[in-house]
Each structure stands twice: as structure tokens, then as C-alpha cells.
């Protein structure tokens, strides 16, 4: 089955530690994303990749950072600069032309609280 | 930069009832208009959308217009049901996705 796969579900890290969080996908989209999700706050951008290689800054980059060496993958790393860093991370990923696109599918999400 | 104001809620209905949800842009071009919904422990999943002016988005009996006269999207249905209790986000596409703060919908029986 196509998807985007996040993992893992729920990650505890201690202040000040780096922190790796996964997002894979198969459906063969060029563009992915990724979210930090706070109560009332909505879905925030923190990066989004439109190609291989590529990657732009979204609305709360700071104190994150991510790759993207393959079409598949689009790893983000909660940094020790980050000063708040609990929150529910959301990954996805959709087909985007220009200034059309299908719809974003989006995976389950991480949730990172750190201790 | 480009951006979505919503609606704030929380909103709660009776059953039956009618609902809408605004929600606005800000863009300089003529962005693709989304609404997702997230039902309770689910992930975000789209519920309609529309990619031009004057294109009407529809799906569960949810509806919504892109207005650029008036750079809208409002999310309305008229009679909704406990089942749609939700939070629902207006999101626009223009080169990247942004998504607005959401709205909580609660639907009494």
C-alpha cells in the first residue's frame, strides 16, 4: 500500500540532545513537509522540500534543520536550539505543479516531548 | 507572505444544524484552496478542494467556494451530524502548503 510512514509514534529525549525524527513515503511525490502541531496554534511549516536535493525554510525553521538526499525521505532533526521543543510533528507529502497540487497526504505524526 | 486566517472556535452545534466556517487568504498569485479535517485520533485527511476562481469544492455534504473578489473559502454545511464533530483547517497552496490555526467542531446529539 502507498503511504507516508513517520516514525517513531512517541520520542522522549533529555534538553539538550539532538533528535532525529523519520518520514518515508512511496507514493512517488516530489514535494513533502513538515508540521509542528500545538494546541490552538494549528499546523505551523517548519520546512518543505519541492525536489531532491532542495529544501526551503518554512515559518518556524529555527532551531530545526533537515536533508533530503532521496525522493523517498525527508528527515527532520529537532536541534538543542530549539527552545521549545515538545510538540506533535506532522509529515507529508503531495504532488505540486507550480501553483496547483493534489491533495497532501499526511502521516500519523510523532509526538516528542522532551524531559 | 502568503497565509490562511480561520474562523477561531471552538464552535458547537446541535444536530441537524447549520454550519460554516470562514476562512481567508493572503497571496500574491491564485493560490489551490484546500480544507482537511481531522476527526478524534485520526490523522488530517482532505475534505474538498478547489484549484481556480469560482470553483466550487464538495464532498460528505461540506462546500466551499473560491471567492478571489473577496480571497475566501468558507467551509459551510447544512445539516450536520454528531459524526462530523472535528477540527477543520483551510489550507492554500502556492509553490508551499500553509495551513490556518483550525477549527474545533462540536456536534451534540
Known amino acids: 500500500d502507498g503511504g507516508i510512514t513517520q516514525s517513531p509514534k512517541y520520542l522522549f529525549r533529555k534538553e539538550g540532545q539532538n533528535v532525529t525524527l523519520s518520514c518515508e513515503q512511496n507514493?512517488?511525490?516530489?514535494?513533502m513537509y513538515w508540521y509542528r502541531q500545538d494546541p490552538g496554534q494549528g499546523l505551523r511549516l517548519i520546512y518543505y522540500?519541492?525536489?531532491?536535493?532542495?529544501?526551503q525554510k518554512g515559518d518556524i525553521a529555527e532551531g530545526y534543520s533537515v536533508s533530503r538526499e532521496k525522493k523517498e525521505s525527508f528527515p527532520l532533526t529537532v536541534t538543542s536550539a530549539q527552545k521549545n521543543p515538545t510538540a506533535f510533528y506532522l509529515c507529508?507529502?503531495?504532488?505540486?505543479?507550480?501553483?496547483?497540487?493534489?491533495?497532501?497526504?499526511f502521516g500519523q505524526g510523532t509526538r516528542l516531548t522532551v524531559v | 507572505g502568503d497565509s490562511v486566517t480561520q474562523m477561531e472556535g471552538p464552535v458547537t452545534l446541535s444536530e441537524e444544524a447549520f454550519l460554516t466556517i470562514n476562512c481567508t487568504y493572503t497571496?500574491?498569485?491564485?493560490?489551490?484552496l484546500f480544507w482537511y479535517v481531522q476527526y478524534p485520533g485520526e490523522g488530517l485527511q482532505l475534505l474538498l478542494k478547489?484549484?481556480?476562481?469560482?470553483d466550487k469544492g464538495s464532498n460528505k455534504g461540506f462546500e466551499a467556494t473560491y471567492r478571489k473578489e473577496t480571497t475566501s473559502f468558507h467551509l459551510e454545511k447544512g445539516s450536520v451530524q454528531v459524526s462530523d464533530s472535528a477540527v477543520y483547517f483551510c489550507?492554500?497552496?502556492?509553490?508551499?502548503?500553509?495551513f490556518g490555526a483550525g477549527t474545533t467542531v462540536t456536534v451534540r446529539a
Open positions: 522540500s519541492q525536489i531532491v536535493n532542495d529544501f
Open positions: 478547489a484549484t481556480k476562481a469560482d
Open positions: 497571496a500574491t498569485g491564485y493560490p489551490s
Open positions: 489550507a492554500l497552496y502556492d509553490y508551499k502548503l500553509s
Open positions: 507529508a507529502s503531495s504532488i505540486g505543479e507550480g501553483r496547483v497540487s493534489t491533495e497532501a497526504f
Open positions: 507514493l512517488n511525490h516530489d514535494a
